[in-house]
């Protein structure tokens, strides 16, 4: 039997037919875009095609808003710093407690150089409270940075409305899709979204491409200085190949968008309600209502995440936690701190994001095989009685270290 | 993915003496819930001869928290009391063939389970001293409540200082701007202000003032003022090898603390070909070790002299 992949949202496969048009690019396909010979042209030509393509997923209205980058962190980074330094008098950035490090590190960074942040929170279901954003929306916030999807429990944030109320207060405002672009159609023509990131290897492009799209108009300063590619917003020769790839996954993401959020929803839907039916004391995290099609965070209680992550892996199942152990950091994962959830289930939590790829076989052989592990681990867990958690199990076992 | 041993996997997938033991008379529990990983090792112990009859482990924790706690287990059974706390988390962790450096922290959990666990045999009230910051340097496993320890207690003010004093930014210097941030803060608190090295050649420069030892060993003989008068031609070939010898034989204690030696293998000139042994080799400090050996004998000697891996020198 194959192995079974459900972290979607740590990578995802390349599609064969995405690597087949990339080949060209490696032979006879060579040339520099920015040459006026023919073996750069061509080169050129394709370029501009994929970045049509991009544009089209994005509903962006012009072609030159797309600016290829070299990874979603890249494009999260270039969007804020190029807004601070286009408002250099503003101190201030508006960010979510719930962020992805590529946002949250660089906005502590710069916390130390004497920027202000504030982090939005969150209730114990991941979602934001837009009273405490619209309160903070003043003429000292240079930009505003919220994701669209959470990468961990999947939920989604209003960014389409928070992005017109930053606009409507003259805040420029970015915000990291790269979990909902292909998952969540999107027409960014329609809204007031000045700067988005993307990366290519969540939607079955290769790792090692991105972008950021930058609204016409949006006042920028790039973050590489140097030649005059991507119009001198992004120096740095372009990445032909994988750029070729972004563009085709692009179009195949189009294609398969009702697929996503219809059959890649049930088989999520179908592997939360197997999982919960047969494993006591486990509980979906975020909003659960609201999130993307192909994303599933169960916590199970009184176990550690990287031992049920071992154990699944030695059956061929690849999934990943947010407990303290599989990043070597010494908390679990911020955001199920943020939500509140106690350190007894937090470190328990798995993430299994599915794909296009995935089959609704997969799913029930992952259904039939997850609660025996859960039920193996926890016959070693010092919470765990003959049949359920002990009594009272913070009192009952209550190791404190100075 | 963590590059886990054969034998933590082993020990993982088929935990030995998981659950606890009926009739237990020793218990220990420790742990932290906030990082994930506690244990609970419960001890049969026999009273007239205080020998482990028995140990069971319950473990909230990763893959290599498990492994440990099976260990430890295997390791104290039919050991007495006093036997058993002998060993140590190196122990622990040479036991499972070697942790990673971020799961080190596991061994030492089960050390200071099985010493809560005789404490509460024996009625004695046991308190950790355990305390535990988040990993700064990944080569050598430090931790930041460390480096924050030695950079206050010692007055530390660069970073070759707290690499010299901690291992801390030995190895592959990735870290350096983590501790050049720890010293801005501790400086701080002190009321100094932290001062880059500059870059390049010129960073010798500033830590001439201050020689702190890597290998803190006293070497009898070892005055470096004295020395230069006697070196150079004034010593026979084995003199010199005498004085090596003298040399490795001080610092002998230190490298056996650690399971390890060093024998003289040859010497050429000023290059001294040096075996490092037991748990030197192979160890992710040898290139330290080494170091440090190579700045006793330049001291003892009054001479500059390198230091070799016996390994690297040219076929006779």
Known sequence: MSDIYLDNNATT?????????????????????????????????ALKKARGQVQ????????????????????????????????????????TVVEHPAVLNLCEYLETEGYIVHKLKVDSKGRLD?????????????????????????????VEKMAEMADEAGILFHTDAVQAVGKIPMNLQDTAIHMLSLSGHKLHAPKGVGVLYLKRGTRFRPLLRGGHQERGRRAGTENAASIVGLGLACEQAMEHMEFENVQVKAMRDRLQEGILAAVPNAFPTGDVDNRLPNT??????????EAILLLMNKMGIAASSGSACTSGSLEPSHVMKAMGIPYTAAHGTVRFSLSRYNTMDEVERVIEAVPPIVAKLRKLSPYWGENGPVENPEQAFAPVYA | MWDYSEKVKEHF????????????????????????????????????????????????????????????????KGKTLDEALQISNQDIADFLDGLPPEKMHCSVMGREALQAAVANYRGEEWSDDHEEGALVCKCFAIDEVMVRDTIKANNLSSVEEVTNYTKAGGGCSSCHEAIENLLT???????????????????????????????????????????????????????????????????????RADNGDVELVDVDGKTVYVNLVGACSGCQMAAMTLGGIQQKLIEA????????????????
């Open chain 1, 13 to 45: 496969m390349v599609d064969p037919a995405i690597v087949d048009a990339m080949l060209p690019f490696f032979t006879e396909q060579f040339g520099n875009p920015s040459s006026l010979h023919s073996f750069g042209n061509k080169v050129g030509m």
């Open chain 1, 130 to 158: 837009l009273d405490e954003y619209a309160k903070l929306l003043t003429d000292e916030v240079a930009v505003v940075s919220v994701m669209w999807a959470n990468n961990e429990t999947g939920t989604i944030f209003p």
């Open chain 2, 301 to 316: 000697m009054g001479e500059f002299i390198k230091v070799i891996p016996a390994s690297e020198r040219p076929a006779a």
């Open chain 2, 13 to 76: 997938y088929n935990p030995k003496n998981a659950g606890a033991v009926a009739d237990a008379n020793g218990v220990g529990d420790v742990g932290s819930i906030s990082c994930g990983d506690a244990l609970r090792l419960t001890l049969k112990v026999e009273p007239e001869t205080e020998i482990i009859l028995d140990a069971g482990f319950q473990t909230f924790g990763c893959g290599s928290a498990i492994a440990s706690s099976s260990a430890l287990t295997e390791m104290v």
């Open chain 1, 56 to 95: 089209k997923i994005l509903g962006a209205e012009h072609d030159s808003e797309i600016i290829f980058t070299s990874c979603g962190s890249e494009s999260d980074s270039t969007a804020i710093l190029s807004a601070l330094k286009a408002n250099p008098e503003r101190k201030e950035i508006i960010t």
């Open chain 2, 185 to 255: 803060e501790e400086m701080a608190a002190r009321g100094e202000t932290f001062v880059p090295a500059a870059s390049g050649k010129k960073k010798a420069k500033k830590v001439e003032k201050k020689k702190p030892d890597l290998v803190e060993i006293e070497v009898p003989g070892a005055v470096p003022a004295a020395a230069p008068a006697a070196a150079k031609g004034g010593l026979t070939l084995v003199q010199r090898i005498r004085k090596i010898e003298e040399v490795l034989e001080a610092m002998r204690p230190a490298l």
């Open chain 1, 296 to 305: 599933l965070n169960i916590a199970f209680e009184y176990i550690e995440g």
